[in-house]
């Protein structure tokens, strides 16, 4: 059976640096997949969020939880590509998961690999 982490246990520097992590790779990672594949969007902020690793909103602003920074590199890339296909399908539908694919062929894989 797998640990789940307990965002509970992280210490308020504990997360401070998960935070500075999460700046220093998720920032310059979202702009290097945005123009590999072709996306925009308005601004990437990192956040606490202990019950989502990625949101879009509706002006194309994208917000990473800190903790994301628990999962794998390639699990981390799928979030960032997820949420960049945001930015032009807002919605979970079959066009999304295409779009999803075509950018990422192995996404399903890379998701299995996120952090419960």
Known sequence: MQNRVRYSDFTEAEILE???????????????????????????????????????SSKNAISYSCFLMLSPKEAVDFVIVHELCHTKEHNHSAHFYRLLERCLPDYRERKNLLQE
Not at 22 to 51: C, D, H, M, N, W
């Open 18 to 56: 998960l935070k500075q992590m999460a700046r220093e790779y998720l920032i310059p990672k979202t702009k290097q997949l945005a123009e590999k594949f072709g996306f925009t969007y308005t601004s990437v902020r990192i956040t606490t969020a202990k019950k989502r690793f990625g949101s879009c």
